[in-house]
């Protein structure tokens, strides 16, 4: 698949020093499927599906992250969208579904280090203190007046945003964050 990349350009190329600055790296060309359908299908699909609101499981490879009562998003390495869209739609054949190849829409800020949470929370109207934002919690939230979707991991923070406004929040995150 890597050759499938190599004349792409991520929304970020090129702002790698500046995203740095504030530890954060942009996590290039994941694959997105979003998902629609009916919770009570779960058990059907070949990976775990978060039931609770603002969380994500990881399994076979891929994390899903809770969207909406009936909307996950399957994030999964560079190329496997067709896959992940696959085995999704075989596991629902025959129910009413939705499975969307989402990839091309929002590129991934991910922050590292000690003031990633401090950076986060100027301005965010989300509670990112750790007695209520913990890895495995994701939600969706403003951030530089862009709509973004977070998902806290183990020692990161990863930032979804369309790509149209990755430069935006890149300009951004260096504003607020730069020592």
């Known amino acids: 698949m890597a050759e ?3 004349h792409a350009r991520s929304p970020l190329a090129g702002r790698a020093a500046g995203l740095a600055a504030v530890g954060a790296a942009e996590v290039a060309f994941l694959a997105q499927v979003d998902l629609r359908a009916d919770p009570t299908l ?4 070949p990976f775990a599906l978060p039931l609770e609101p603002n969380t994500w499981t990881a399994s076979d490879g891929r994390e899903a992250l809770w969207l909406g009562p009936d909307e996950w998003l399957v994030v999964g390495r560079p190329g ?3 896959a992940i869209a696959a ?3 075989g596991a ?3 129910e009413h579904h939705a499975v969307v190849d989402v990839s091309a829409n929002r590129t991934v800020v991910e922050l590292t280090g000690d003031t990633r949470d401090d ?3 100027q301005g965010c109207s989300l509670d990112l203190h750790p007695r209520a934002w913990r890895p495995g919690s994701c939600a969706q939230t403003l951030r530089a007046r862009v709509p973004v979707l977070l998902q806290e991991r183990d020692h990161a923070t990863r930032v979804f945003v ?3 406004f990755a430069a935006h929040l ?3 995150f260096h504003a607020v964050g730069a020592p």
Do not use: C, K, M
Not at 42 to 45: E, F, I, Q, S
């Open 80 to 82: 496997s969208a067709p």
């Open 4 to 6: 499938a990349y190599a």
């Open 42 to 45: 779960a058990p059907r699909l």
């Open 162 to 164: 369309r790509a149209s």
């Open 87 to 89: 085995e999704l739609g």
């Open 92 to 94: 629902l054949d025959g």
């Open 119 to 121: 950076l986060l929370a």
């Open 170 to 172: 890149a300009d951004w």
